[in-house]
Nanobody, 114 residues
Framework: QVQLVESGGGLVQSGGSLRLSCVAS???????MGWYRQAPGKERELVAS???????NYADSVKGRFTISRDGAKNTVYLQMNSLKPDDTAVYYC?????????WGQGTQVTVSS
């Protein structure tokens, strides 16, 4: 069992930046790591993912603004968020998955004011 703990959320003005971190209690070597978000009244959606081999995917809405990265030595995944917009306001969740394994963090709130 791997526990995921997110940090780095907060309140930022439109156009600002935040860096989210997700620290795992165990190895993330074999896990595809992802960041998801859920805004009030909306379904949870994938923001970005990075496979164990380094393949990266982004939601169209964040391409060019967000960057996902992973540090295997620190069992940590990051989400650098630039040029933030009010529509980015949501609870951001870290996810780690491989075959039948699926781990979630507790979430961190990101609020972007206009």
């Amino acid at each position: 069992q791997v526990q995921l703990v997110e940090s780095g959320g907060g309140l930022v003005q439109s156009g600002g930046s935040l860096r989210l971190s997700c620290v795992a209690s165990g190895s993330i070597f074999s896990l595809t790591m992802g960041w998801y978000r859920q805004a009030p009244g909306k379904e949870r959606e994938l923001v970005a993912s990075i496979s164990s081999g380094g393949s990266i995917n982004y939601a169209d809405s964040v391409k060019g603004r967000f960057t996902i990265s992973r540090d295997g030595a620190k069992n940590t995944v990051y989400l650098q968020m630039n040029s933030l917009k009010p529509d980015d306001t949501a609870v951001y969740y870290c996810n780690g998955a491989h075959l039948v394994l699926n781990y979630w963090g507790q979430g961190t709130q990101v609020t972007v004011s206009s």
